[in-house]
Antibody, heavy 119, light 107 residues
Framework: QVHLEQSGPEVKKPGASVTVSCKASGYNFTSNTIQWVRQAPGQRLEWMGYITGNGDTRYPQSFQGRVTLTRNTSASTAYMDLSSLRSEDTAVYYC?????????????WGQGTLVTVSS | DIQLTQSPSFLSASVGDRVTITCRASQGIGSFLAWYQQKPGKAPKLLIYTASTLQSGVPSRFSGSRSGTEFTLTISSLQPEDFATYYCQQLNTYPRTFGPGTKVDFK
């Protein structure tokens, strides 16, 4: 079945960068877009961007310049890099599969990766 | 950006109750809205998309509807496993946005 497995928790200092990985299995990795979403403690879900099967990316204005999404198709793995970390970036980060191209929901989610930013 | 509001923010209910949650979009999004269920420490789970289409494997006690820019998630008979937080998400435009959530708790 379709499954997304994320990397483990991270603790980072302010100003550092973090990389979260998302390994896909159970489907053709290049056929679907991978979306990234984060959730700060007690907050709503926040969209961070996507990377398509072709490698195209899109980011919200709020993360422009700080987030970079990449992928390794041979490893069926997507990566989210977030730089210049600050305490407000403490959150659980999720990858999710978009069901189809366009106005599609996110049908499969990774288990989440807790990133803690603390001095 | 399209803003989503949800009401109520918090709901106390009992097993067997009929529960209704509302999500309003700040502008037209057609029927491009999804509902997710999230339990503590877990990832969101897709319940409904395109306003009223039930995701495969989701119990039929869950249903969704749309009236203009107002969307409703209904649980016809609340079950113990349904106590969770529910989020709406608009899929019409980027950036994708989510509602603030509705927590359904035991009365």
């Amino acid at each position: 079945q379709v499954h997304l497995e994320q990397s483990g928790p991270e603790v980072k200092k302010p100003g550092a960068s973090v990389t979260v990985s998302c390994k896909a299995s159970g489907y053709n990795f290049t056929s679907n877009t991978i979306q990234w979403v984060r959730q700060a403690p007690g907050q709503r879900l926040e969209w961070m961007g996507y990377i398509t099967g072709n490698g195209d990316t899109r980011y919200p204005q709020s993360f422009q310049g700080r987030v970079t999404l990449t992928r390794n198709t041979s490893a069926s793995t997507a990566y989210m890099d977030l730089s210049s970390l600050r305490s407000e970036d403490t959150a659980v980060y999720y990858c999710a599969r978009e069901v189809y191209v366009g106005t599609a929901p996110f049908d499969t989610w990774g288990q989440g990766t807790l990133v803690t930013v603390s001095s | 950006d399209i803003q989503l509001t949800q009401s109520p923010s918090f709901l106390s209910a009992s097993v067997g109750d009929r529960v209704t949650i509302t999500c309003r979009a700040s502008q037209g999004i057609g029927s491009f809205l999804a509902w997710y269920q999230q339990k503590p420490g877990k990832a969101p789970k897709l319940l409904i998309y395109t306003a009223s289409t039930l995701q495969s494997g989701v119990p039929s006690r869950f249903s969704g509807s749309r009236s203009g820019t107002e969307f409703t998630l209904t649980i016809s008979s609340l079950q113990p496993e349904d106590f969770a937080t529910y989020y709406c998400q608009q899929l019409n435009t980027y950036p994708r946005t989510f509602g603030p959530g509705t927590k359904v708790d035991f009365k």
